[in-house]
Nanobody
Framework: QVQVLESGGGLVQPGGSLTLSCAAT????????MGWYRQFPGNQRELVAS???????NYSESVKGRFTVSRDNGKNSVYLQMNSLKPEDTADYYC???????????????WGQGTQVTVSS
């Protein structure tokens, strides 16, 4: 079994910063892609950022230049540093972790429980 635990959401004023953290524990041989989705009120979902095992990074156009995704392979963790936050960044943020249970197994996506980010004055 794999568990994925997020932390770091909250309320912040426009222009402020937050850092989200996500750690995977359990039966993990290796991890492929890791990253973050967000779900807006009304249920629209967006891929915010992802980082591959080789370090390839992708960002949504809406967060480029403001958000930074990083991973710590030794801790099976992924982080999202969010700067210059805007009210339109308000959403529930979910991390995802692509876990391989063995060298030959396909990666299975595991999700965090979600953390709410509210940007408001």
């Amino acid at each position: 079994q794999v568990q994925v635990l997020e932390s770091g959401g909250g309320l912040v004023q426009p222009g402020g910063s937050l850092t989200l953290s996500c750690a995977a524990t359990g039966r993990i041989f290796s991890i492929d892609d890791m990253g973050w989705y967000r779900q807006f009120p009304g249920n629209q979902r967006e891929l915010v950022a992802s980082v591959s095992s080789g370090g390839r990074i992708n960002y949504s156009e809406s967060v480029k230049g403001r958000f930074t995704v990083s991973r710590d392979n030794g801790k099976n963790s992924v982080y999202l540093q969010m700067n210059s936050l805007k009210p339109e960044d308000t959403a529930d943020y979910y991390c995802f972790v692509g876990v391989r249970s063995s060298e030959v197994a396909l990666a299975v996506i595991h999700w965090g429980q979600g953390t709410q980010v509210t940007v408001s004055s």
